[in-house]
């Protein structure tokens, strides 16, 4: 099953490939967007060329686990997306993942926080199939 995860922003939005059979996660270039017609219109060229079965995308839930204003925005991103995709689209929480993703000097934040994303859907999974 190939996935596709995405960190959404405001205006850049890190993607990361993985594929569940090999349990191989890429990061993508980091898409840069001013609407979220433009970031669909992104995420369903990738969809089509790397046959996407799911799309998992990180949800900023605020410290209580509620969702807050940008949760919002983000879901109305995903709706976007979604009616351009036509795959499922899952949502995961993403606290934390930017600062678990601190890579090196060069690294791409957005882009290392859509693998922890990604990652974090393998592991649970990886832990249901098993």
Not at 26 to 48: G, I, N
């Amino acid at each position: 099953m190939h996935l596709l995860a995405l960190d959404i922003g405001l205006r850049r939005t890190g993607v990361a490939f993985g594929d569940t059979k090999s349990g191989v996660v890429v990061a993508l270039d980091t898409f840069h967007h001013s609407t979220a017609h433009e970031l669909a219109t992104k995420v369903e060229r990738v969809v089509r060329e790397k046959k996407i079965d799911s799309l998992i995308i990180g949800l900023p839930l605020l410290l209580s686990g509620e969702e807050g204003e940008q949760s919002g925005l983000i879901r109305e991103a995903a709706d976007v997306i979604g009616k351009l995709v036509a795959i499922p689209v899952e949502f995961i929480d993403e606290r934390y993942t930017t600062k678990k993703s601190l890579g090196g000097p060069k690294s791409d934040p957005d882009a290392l926080a859509a693998c922890t994303i990604l990652t974090i859907k393998m592991d649970r999974k990886n832990a249901i199939d098993m």
